[in-house]
């Protein structure tokens, strides 16, 4: 049996990947502290994993759980909170880099050999330079501690592969939507907070004027990424995963109340700082690899809502 640790696998992205890796038959084993994770992301595969409520900054427990030799290793354990990094940088640190440069380190020196060890990084490393499509070898600027952070556990991570042999690859998400994403902070991805807006007929605070642009995708298409990526041998480097397409926030909005049969109350405020204006990922290299998205942004929206409204 294939077997599989995900970190931060009780998580909105990190959820949906167990289940599907639970689906394909693997035998996974999840480390998460539930600082932001829950239980009940993973009612579905209660009883099929193996589960460590745990930090991943306790090095030696980390220790214990990676000498199980796995065959792949997805590494999405981290505060995924920008102003959270910005709030408590040493802390975040510890959880967004140290852990991961330990973990690679645990492997290097006792030999394990995964097929694949998979980072997870963030578009927040290109920060708010303009040039558009975002290009992996195109210029990064990390403006906070999280995008630090993301940026050089990547380059740990490409360097434990070209140094040590171990099979390394790194991706960097855009802006993923879909069921199980946590709505509960204004910084949550925004159309987690648009969708509990819509259910409960409440408010939704705009900033900006709508235009900013974004490359929403669906988690569904995330997860077939990963998957595909990690089990071809060849994967390595950086791939952006995004759909290569550039929406604007109000037109994603607009189309989101035809799908829900609903008109979203919106209030517009001035921008936030630091907030970027547009963004989307060059997929060229995503595409190369063979990889097909199947659900796109549209189809994505629908089956979200149908989520949405049968938790609600
Ligand atoms: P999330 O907060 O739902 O998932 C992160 C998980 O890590 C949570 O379950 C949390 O409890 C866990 N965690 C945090 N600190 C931990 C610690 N010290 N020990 C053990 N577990 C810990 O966020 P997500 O959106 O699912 O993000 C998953 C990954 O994808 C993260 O690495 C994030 O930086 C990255 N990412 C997400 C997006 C997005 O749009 N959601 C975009 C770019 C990158």
């Known amino acids: 049996m294939v077997r599989v640790l995900v970190t931060g696998g009780a998580g909105f992205i990190g959820s949906n990947l167990v289940i599907s890796l639970v689906k394909e038959g693997c035998d996974v084993t999840v480390v998460d502290d539930l600082s932001m994770g829950m239980m009940k992301n993973l009612k579905d595969v209660q009883g099929k994993i193996i589960f ?113 042999g171990l099979s390394t690859v790194v991706v960097r998400f855009f802006n993923v939507f879909g069921p199980r994403q946590n709505p509960s902070s204004s910084y949550s991805g925004v159309l987690s907070i648009v969708t509990k807006c819509l259910l409960k007929n409440k408010k939704f605070i705009m900033y900006g004027d709508g235009s900013q642009t974004r490359d929403f995708v669906y988690v569904d298409d995330i997860v077939r990424a990963l998957i595909f990526i990690s089990k071809k041998k060849e994967t390595c480097g950086v791939y952006n995963i995004g759909y290569g397409e550039q929406n604007k926030l109000l037109d994603v909005i607009r189309q989101y109340e035809k799908i829900a049969g609903k008109r979203l109350d919106i209030e517009f405020k001035d921008p936030r700082s630091g907030d970027i204006q547009e963004s989307m990922a060059d997929v060229t290299r995503l595409k190369k690899t063979g990889f097909v998205a199947k659900w796109g942004l549209e189809n994505g929206l629908k089956k979200y809502w149908r989520y949405a409204e049968s938790e609600f």
Not at 82 to 100: A, F, G, K, L, M
Not at 116 to 127: E, T
Not at 129 to 146: A, D, F, H, I, S
């Open 52 to 164: 460590y409520k745990h930090d991943v900054c306790d090095h030696v427990f980390m220790h214990r759980v990676l000498d199980a030799n796995f065959d792949y290793i997805y590494y999405l354990a981290a505060v995924a909170s920008v102003v959270d990094s910005v709030e408590r940088p040493y802390i975040t640190h510890q959880v967004n880099q140290e852990s991961v440069v330990n973990s690679l380190e645990y492997l290097r020196i006792n030999h394990y050999f995964p097929k694949k060890f998979l980072f997870i990084s963030s578009a927040a490393v290109y920060g708010n330079y303009p040039e558009l499509p975002k290009k992996e070898n195109g210029r990064v600027q990390p403006l906070t501690p999280y995008a630090v952070d993301k940026y050089a556990s990547e380059r740990f991570t490409i360097d434990y592969g070209t140094l040590y």
